[in-house]
């Protein structure tokens, strides 16, 4: 099946409650991201919620990259 529509696909499929839980919005080092917690030390960078195209070429914040609790000195809830 083609699904022709500019809509995102988290609108179209939405993602479980269970899976979403474990996420949350955060500001490390003056970027907006999601995270998810994966297990008491770490979390990883889920998406870049951020209009400037430096930050996404930044390694140490790109999707997939894991960032211990003990660097979120510059962590901030939304």
């Given at each position: 099946?083609?699904?022709?529509?500019?809509?995102?696909?988290?609108?179209?499929?939405?993602a479980e409650q269970v899976e979403q839980s474990k996420q949350k919005l955060i500001t490390y080092q003056g970027v907006s991201m999601l995270v998810e917690q994966t297990d008491s030390e770490y979390v990883e960078v889920v998406r870049i919620l951020s209009s400037d195209p430096q930050h996404y070429l930044n390694q140490q914040l790109c999707p997939g990259a894991k960032i211990s609790f003990a660097n979120l000195g510059g962590l901030s809830a939304l």
């Open positions: 099946m083609i699904l022709y529509t500019m809509m995102p696909s988290e609108l179209i499929f939405p």
